[in-house]
């Protein structure tokens, strides 16, 4: 392997960049407000990375770049790259249901089980390959070639950027992870003041930030850093709030903050009107509802390559 020094996003997908928002960067592909008349979309709800809708709008994304890069050439193949089996699987299936062709597909995972060196195909048919090397990406494109898949005029290739492109989990998302960490550890500090707990915070954010809370948390650090905020606030107990996840009691980020708007009396004025303005930003679809917290994320990482990839040029990280 070489190593290469440092590149950007944009040496290898140009202007093809879509943010979190389902804002492209290309000007030139449609913004996904455009596909609410022809997917049916609730006007004003951004679809989330794990919802049959988002991928329903990057299908549409995909067709027109197509449409502009290589007009009358279908896309018969879909490659995606990706990091995590819970919102990146998902988000490949969804995918690849809404083509509009039977489109064969491929998806390359990085598995988390750091403990067992694996390259191989899951045994689900040619379609999922995990492995827990990066370097193994180039046995991956050997490996597509092999099955008759070869990434040429008729593939799309979808690059997930967070843990992926960027940050690479496993091997440099520990900058992200403790951008994130600092960014959450100042945020509630400031918003709980004196009964900010750090070793009651931890106790709580390391063990929800893992896969086997991501259906709860959704993988989302705004949800995770609101979740954190409650629990410094008295308002759920940690022990609790793991059982009543672990039971199915508790089976959604949506279930936990309406049980929090139907207690918000309970919660300090200034904690009161945090939750409001962050129970409407969940309530409009809004995937950062956190505001204060992102700030603080995009102020906390002084990596410019990774401010490049999470933001549009200029824009500050509340308005993503």
Sequence with gaps: MKNYGLAT??????????????????DSCPIWM??????????????????????QVVVHMLEAARDQDAPG???????FVGDTR????????????????AWHRFHWLRDEIRSIRRDCPTGQ??????????AALLAFDQYCQS??????????????LDKTALGARGRNGSVIDQARLQAVQVTLASLLGAAFDMDAFRAAYEPLNQPEFHPFTGDNQDYLAYICLILGAGLYDKDT?????????????????ANVEAHKTDLPRDLSDIHTEIFANVQRGDPTPFKAFRRNEYLTHHSPV???????????????
Aim: hydrophobic share 45%; charged share 20%.
């Design 86 to 101: 819970l919102l990146d699987g998902t988000a490949f299936v969804n995918l690849c249901a809404a083509g509009r062709v």
């Design 241 to 257: 709030l793991m059982a009543d996840v672990r039971s199915g009691r508790l089976n959604s980020f949506a279930q936990f903050i």
């Design 9 to 26: 996003i944009h040496q290898f997908l140009g202007d093809r960049v879509v943010y979190r928002n389902l804002a492209p960067l290309d």
């Design 125 to 134: 048919g040619p379609s999922l390959y995990l492995s827990n090397r990066w």
């Design 306 to 320: 990774w401010l490049w990839g999470r933001f549009r040029p200029g824009e500050e990280a509340p308005g993503r």
């Design 34 to 55: 455009t596909c609410v008349p022809v997917w049916r979309l609730m006007p004003g709800a951004i679809p989330r990375k794990s919802e049959a809708a988002y991928a």
């Design 73 to 79: 050439v279908p896309i018969q193949r879909l490659i």
């Design 147 to 160: 099955q008759g898949l070869p990434v040429d005029e008729h593939a799309a290739v979808i690059v997930d």
